[in-house]
């Protein structure tokens, strides 16, 4: 018992420490966004721009993190709405997810556009000065994000370090575009460093949108199909047959079973709790809903698209 309590205020210590590394990584990353918004203004430097549209979407993916974080501190406090949105609120980080995709692809749309009209037409002269100290200011701030989440528990908080690693990449590319403009005067490496970083970003975005909108069509994940569940299922001793079996995410990594099984009423009880055990050992699951039904059940209500495959 004492155990329990102790591994419980154990895991709430991280929770809270989670929580506020994340906060101050968020209050950096929003302001180092609106530094270079104001440094990009003033040197013209898209890459600084960039960087900035780098950052919001990492502040973005930092807050997704706190709300996930805070939701998981606070599962169980407001039994109402649980009982209206009986999953929880898994769906909010993947719907979050999607937005921020979205944002970022016509983001980068924007900064390819503009980057190649300064290549082709130079349509602007960059300050080097003031790109590189709002450069060397965000690597600052990012150092110490990093430094704050470099530890993290929970997993939506190790995604978050994630980001500030790329955050603190791209800042340093912009620091060195900025002093090789200072000595060479060459301003097409500002368009040039905006169409990378903005190139990066889209690889981000897209598998964002990719995966989110994989799990919001409650999809099979990767690797898993629904004639596995099957196979699996018919080795199950007294197991007739199976069908109507889907398999979702709710979110990343938690994956979800159900399954009609039929098998002689004798044997429900047996097949019930070995399916379980075969599906857990295999899938790491405990969201798993088996409907047990005997021939002549199936026969009289069988579905529609759900018949039953037997060889």
Not at 148 to 168: E, F, G, N, Q
Not at 261 to 268: G, R, V
Not at 274 to 303: P, W
Request: glycine letters at 6%.
């Amino acid at each position: 018992m004492h155990t329990h309590h102790h591994d419980h205020s154990h895991g709430h210590h991280h929770t809270i420490k989670d929580t506020r590394a994340l906060k101050i990584a968020i209050a950096m990353t929003l302001t180092i966004f609106i530094a270079q918004v104001i440094g990009s203004y003033v040197s013209g430097s898209l890459a600084l721009l960039s960087d900035a549209g780098h950052m919001l979407s990492d502040a973005g993916a930092l807050i997704i993190a706190l709300i996930a974080l805070t939701m998981y501190a606070n599962a169980n406090q407001n039994k109402e709405r649980l009982q209206r949105f009986t999953f929880g609120f898994k769906r909010i980080e993947v719907l979050a997810a999607m937005i921020n995709g979205i944002i970022l692809l016509s983001m980068c749309g924007f900064l390819i556009y503009e980057s190649f009209m300064r290549v082709l037409f130079h349509t602007a002269d960059i300050h080097a000065e003031p790109m590189l100290i709002t450069s060397v200011i965000g690597l600052i701030a990012n150092v110490i994000s990093a430094y704050m989440l470099h530890d993290a528990h929970h997993l939506s908080t190790r995604s978050a370090y994630l980001h500030v690693i790329t955050d603190l990449l791209s800042s340093i590319a912009v620091i060195l575009g900025g002093i090789i403009i200072h000595f060479t005067g060459w301003d097409i490496v500002d368009a040039i460093l905006s169409i990378g970083i903005s190139i990066y970003i889209l690889r981000s975005a897209f598998r964002l949108i990719r995966s989110a909108g994989v799990i919001l069509m409650d999809s099979a994940p990767q690797g898993i199909t629904s004639h596995d569940i099957e196979e699996v299922l018919r080795q199950v001793q007294n197991v007739l047959s199976v069908h109507d079996i889907h398999i979702w995410e709710m979110h990343p990594g938690e994956l979800s079973i159900s399954a009609h099984i039929i098998a002689d009423q004798h044997f429900h009880a047996k097949v019930l709790e070995d399916a379980r055990i075969v599906l857990i050992g295999r899938y790491q699951t405990k969201h798993i809903t088996l409907q047990m039904e005997d021939a002549n059940f199936s026969k009289d209500h069988g579905c529609d698209q759900c018949s039953s495959r037997e060889d």
